[in-house]
């Protein structure tokens, strides 16, 4: 006698639907493509927003097929999920030629061009080390990807919470651009987070430029600014006490050897901006930047230090040492501050006691 009841549902068809939307979180794209082969409720679980919110997408300078399955990725996933997207980094890893960076720019205007138009949820953005003024990105190319980018943030101004372009490295007037981009619309902008960090290139001096002040008065809201000390001057000091007192907590702070930091930055210009924003905090980070006048001329004591990172490396010369920079340091922060690394080594940290 044949058997003609129906054939039991596997139990997987009966998992509830927050338990499978965690199962696809832990494949791949690939993988999940074919699962939502499987039936019309899996199909249902690859296409839940909370799935592609997140995106990490790595260019990487390898073989051309390599480079071709890279792109097309990164297209696909815009194309197919950009509309979900909330927190977008972008990494250029070991750029070598300049048929990659024309490809990549290429990529990166249809990338940017599709996710501001079907887009609204994108409030993180991070695209670090582009290294702009690398000899590989001609000034064609350069120039094309600066213009898509400053289109892209200008359409995403009133979105956009957080931007990362550490290591951008851009002449001044190009840098103003992308940051105006942010507050074009308005004329000012409310986001809270930016890091540009090495954002310019090397050697300007950009606490003396009128446009970069400009530039910097149009933020509003900044909670936490991670920057270099040759963008630092009184004048960037009362804008951010102007503008951004009422919000701003941390002021990350690089200085580098090559960068310029022996400008002129008044007591009374940290101390007015820390009397009107409380809770602010301050941590330096200095890259071979050792010297006891170099810093003692940045570290006032009107500053609310967090941590101070000294980073140097050995000398051949056998009677260098950091002792006597830390020596001299150390007793004018010794009521608020501890060493946390051994002295002598090539790397030091000093951060705030815990109360």
Not at 267 to 278: D, E, Q, T, Y
Not at 314 to 341: I, K
Request: net charge positive; hydrophobic share 40%.
């Amino acid at each position: 006698m044949e058997d003609d009841s129906e054939p039991e549902q596997s139990s997987w068809a009966y998992l509830p639907d927050v338990c499978l939307r965690h199962v696809f979180h832990w494949l791949d794209d690939r993988d999940r493509s074919r699962a939502a082969l499987v039936c019309k409720k899996w199909s249902c679980a690859m296409y839940s927003g909370s799935l592609w919110r997140c995106r990490t997408i790595t260019f990487y300078g390898q073989s051309s097929r390599a480079r071709t399955l890279e792109f097309q990725s990164a297209l696909w996933y815009t194309k197919k999920f950009g509309k979900y997207l909330k927190h977008l980094e972008i990494k250029l890893s070991n750029p070598y030629n300049t048929p990659f960076i024309k490809k990549f720019q290429v990529i990166m205007r249809g990338l940017l061009s599709h996710l501001g138009k079907c887009n609204s949820h994108l409030v993180s953005l991070s695209i670090k080390y582009l290294e702009l003024d690398c000899l590989i990105w001609k000034n064609v190319v350069r120039a094309q990807f600066i213009k898509n980018l400053a289109a892209f943030l200008k359409r995403m101004s009133n979105q956009l919470d957080y931007l990362n372009l550490k290591g951008a490295r851009i002449t001044l007037e190009e840098g103003c651009e992308l940051l105006n981009s942010l507050s074009s619309l308005t004329n000012r902008s409310f986001i809270s987070e930016i890091n540009i960090e090495d954002f310019f290139s090397l050697h300007l001096s950009v606490y003396s430029s009128a446009l970069f002040h400009q530039t910097m008065s149009k933020f509003h809201s900044l909670t936490i600014l991670t920057f270099n000390y040759n963008c630092i001057s009184d004048e960037l000091l009362d804008i951010l006490r102007e503008h951004s007192s009422h919000s701003l907590c941390t002021l990350n702070i690089k200085c580098h050897i090559h960068d310029p930091h022996g400008q002129v930055v008044s007591g009374m210009a940290w101390a007015n901006l820390a009397k009107r924003a409380p809770k602010l905090n301050v941590n330096f980070f200095f890259e071979r930047v050792m010297k006891h006048d170099h810093l003692a001329r940045i570290l006032l004591v009107e500053i609310p230090v967090r941590s101070i990172s000294l980073r140097s490396c050995y000398f051949s010369d056998p009677d260098w040492t950091m002792r006597p920079t830390l020596t001299n340091l150390l007793p004018a922060y010794w009521h608020g501050l501890q060493v946390r690394e051994t002295i002598g080594t090539p790397y030091c940290n000093i951060t705030k006691l815990s109360k």
